[in-house]
């Protein structure tokens, strides 16, 4: 139960920070609100997802405590926006939209990379954000590195793909 405290409070420094960057635009209210949703869903089934971590799977304990708390907030911010379709029947000018990050760079790309599946988003994140070769990613993966490599291409062609339906190359944006 140690490591799962130690977990914990790592995960409590990467929500704060993930949160707060990925919520800029966003009031403290908001923000706050977000930090407090992924701390529950963290603490439920007696911090089961915690429990699940297996450092013998090759994935370092920020990485896994990174992904695992960027789809709590994907899940928070899909909930809110089940809520705001309710509730823009009353107040449109409370939604977000997507327009409104397209000013940003780093919004459109984040909301273009929310739509990636899971799994696709832990193939970017270790590619480019931990900087993982294609031979590591796939030790992780149980795959190839031929196999992760092209992986990695396939989604990105997938990032293109999206970014061009916006009027956006990658390129532009990288």
């Not at 963290?42 to 405590?65: F, R, W």
């Not at 790309?109 to 590591?136: A, G, M, N, W």
């Not at 031929?146 to 062609?157: C, F, H, P, Y």
Request: proline share 1%; charged share 30%.
């Amino acid at each position: 139960m140690q490591k799962v405290w130690e977990l914990y409070a790592i995960a409590i420094t990467i929500i704060e920070k993930l949160c707060t960057n990925k919520c800029r635009h966003l009031s403290f209210d908001v923000i706050a609100e977000c930090q407090d949703y992924i701390k529950r869903r963290l603490e439920n089934n007696e911090y089961q997802a915690l429990k699940n971590y297996d450092p013998t799977k090759g994935a370092k304990e920020s990485s896994y405590l990174h992904m695992l708390i960027s789809s709590r907030l994907i899940d928070f911010f899909n909930s809110a926006k089940k809520e705001r379709e309710i509730s823009s029947e009353d107040s449109i000018s409370n939604s977000y939209t997507i327009e409104d990050e397209v000013n940003d760079y780093s919004g459109l790309l984040e909301s273009v990379l929310e739509e990636l599946t899971f799994e696709e988003q832990t193939y970017i994140k270790y590619r480019y954000s931990d900087d993982l070769s294609y031979k590591e990613i796939g030790n992780i993966f149980g795959i190839t590195h031929k196999q992760a490599s092209k992986k990695v291409e396939n989604i990105q062609i997938k990032l293109r793909r999206k970014l061009e339906k916006l009027n956006y190359s990658l390129e532009d944006i990288l």
